[in-house]
C-alpha cells in the first residue's frame, strides 16, 4: 500500500529522501514540470552535518599527523575517534596519538615498536594489542586506569613487572616470549 511517491533530491552528492508535503490522501502525485517546486525543496534542506569518526582502519601514522596538525582555527582533533587500526605498518615507534585522547581501543600489532610510550593521554583505552613487535619490556601502562585487555604475545620480553601494569587490566597475552619459559617460572621438568 502505497502513501505516496516518495522524491528523491541529490544536494552535493548526498541523496535526502523527502516525502511529498500535502498531496492527495494516498494516491500519488503527479509529475510537474515546473522546477520551481524542486528549487524549493532542495533549499529547505538544509546540509547534513558530517558524521563523527568513530573508527579507522588500515591508515599510517602520516594520515594521523595530517589530521592532527593545527589550522587557523587551532588544533583540529579526532576525538571521536575510538576505534584505531595502525598495524601493519613497520611503525618503529608508538605514534603520538594527542589528538585522539577518546581512543578505546588501538591496534598496534604487526609493525616494528620496541618501546610502549605516548600512550598516557589515552584516558579511556581499553584494548591494546601490540603482539608481534619488538618489545624487551611492559612499560609505561600504569597510567591507563581503565585498560582491561593487552596483548603483547610473540614479542622479546624477558621480564615482566607486574609493577608495571595497571590495575584495571582483566586480561593480558604474553605468550611465545622469553618470560613465559617453564624455568622462568619455577617450573622444573
Known amino acids: 500500500m502505497e502513501k505516496g511517491p516518495v522524491k ?5 552528492q548526498v541523496t535526502v529522501v523527502k516525502k511529498p508535503v500535502g498531496g492527495s490522501s494516498g494516491s500519488p502525485a503527479k509529475s510537474s514540470t515546473s522546477s520551481a517546486p524542486k528549487q524549493a525543496a532542495a533549499s ?3 546540509k547534513p ?3 563523527p569518526v568513530k573508527y579507522v582502519c ?16 587551532g588544533p583540529r582533533t579526532l576525538d571521536t575517534l575510538e576505534e584505531l587500526h595502525l598495524d601493519r605498518q613497520k611503525l618503529p615507534v608508538v605514534p ?31 584494548f591494546l594489542a601490540l603482539f608481534s613487535n619488538r618489545l624487551a619490556k611492559v612499560e609505561n601502562l600504569k ?15 624477558s621480564d615482566l613487572n607486574v ?25 622444573r621438568r
Open 8 to 12: 528523491k533530491v541529490v544536494v552535493k
Open 44 to 46: 529547505s534542506i538544509a
Open 49 to 51: 552535518a558530517p558524521k
Open 58 to 73: 588500515h591508515v599510517n601514522s602520516k594520515w594521523i599527523s595530517d589530521h592532527c596538525l593545527t589550522d587557523s582555527a
Open 96 to 126: 603520538q596519538l594527542d589528538c585522539c585522547r577518546n581512543i578505546t581501543n588501538l591496534y598496534l600489532q604487526h609493525n616494528d615498536i620496541t618501546r610502549i610510550e605516548h600512550l598516557d593521554v589515552l584516558v579511556n583505552l581499553s
Open 143 to 157: 597510567s591507563l586506569t581503565k585498560l582491561k585487555y593487552l596483548d603483547v604475545s610473540d614479542n622479546s620480553i
Open 163 to 187: 609493577d608495571e601494569l595497571p590495575k584495571s587490566l582483566s586480561f593480558i597475552n604474553v605468550d611465545n616470549n622469553p618470560c613465559t619459559d617453564l624455568e622462568a617460572f619455577g617450573v
